[in-house]
């Protein structure tokens, strides 16, 4: 029963995911973490850090990973756990999939008309909001700790955003190097 339901929450997410895959990450938060409780928050925060690691489009990763974690969490073993990954992506990609072919000659003929100019007008601040909210939900304690908790972690974590902020934005540093920096950072000043 567990890949009906994460087939649905997946095509959903397909379906309504504007924004490419960091728009899709508050919503697959949203869903496996909040609402069906397939995962823990830190869990899914490890998902998104190896999906970003990964080859490929972050949001799919995701799915796979999730899809692969929801089964196992479930009690069940490895090759079910693969086909949880198989239905995840599936589900994910298969919107896009649907819409791509149905839309694909009618979208290149109204490209340049009003109506569609307005449709991607009213997106753009959607798609803002759905990265702002991917963002500010792995801003948690799991994540950057808290100033009671662990002040030291909490300090290097908050060093480490605006660092990563001000060095991609205004400097222009690559975010691979980036990455790259961040993690022989945190495993300087965390481990």
């Given at each position: 029963m567990i890949y009906v339901y994460l087939f649905l929450t997946f095509f959903e997410i397909g379906l309504f995911?504007?924004?490419g895959g960091y728009?899709?990450?508050s919503l697959i938060q949203g869903e496996?973490?909040?609402?069906?409780g397939w995962m823990t928050t830190a869990q899914f925060?490890?998902?998104v850090a190896i999906?970003?690691?990964t080859p490929g489009p972050i949001g799919i990763n995701s799915a796979t990973y999730c899809g692969y974690t929801a089964v196992k969490n479930a009690g069940y073993g490895e090759g079910m756990a693969m086909l949880g990954s198989a239905?995840?992506?599936?589900a994910l990609v298969l919107p896009s999939l649907i819409l791509m072919i149905l839309i694909s000659k009618m979208f290149m003929k109204y490209m340049k008309t009003r109506t569609?100019?307005?449709v991607f007008l009213g997106l753009r601040p959607a798609v803002v909001g759905l990265l702002a909210a991917a963002t500010l939900l792995l801003m948690t304690p799991e994540n950057f700790s808290t100033p009671m908790a662990n002040p030291w972690q909490f300090g290097v974590s908050v060093f480490l955003l605006a660092a990563t902020f001000i060095g991609?934005?205004?400097?222009?540093i690559n975010p691979i190097r980036m990455i790259f920096f961040c993690a022989i950072a945190g495993l300087l000043l965390l481990y």
């Open positions: 995911g504007f924004g728009g899709m990450l496996v973490v909040h609402h069906w925060t490890d998902i999906s970003q690691m239905t995840a992506t599936f569609v100019q307005s991609t934005m205004f400097m222009k």
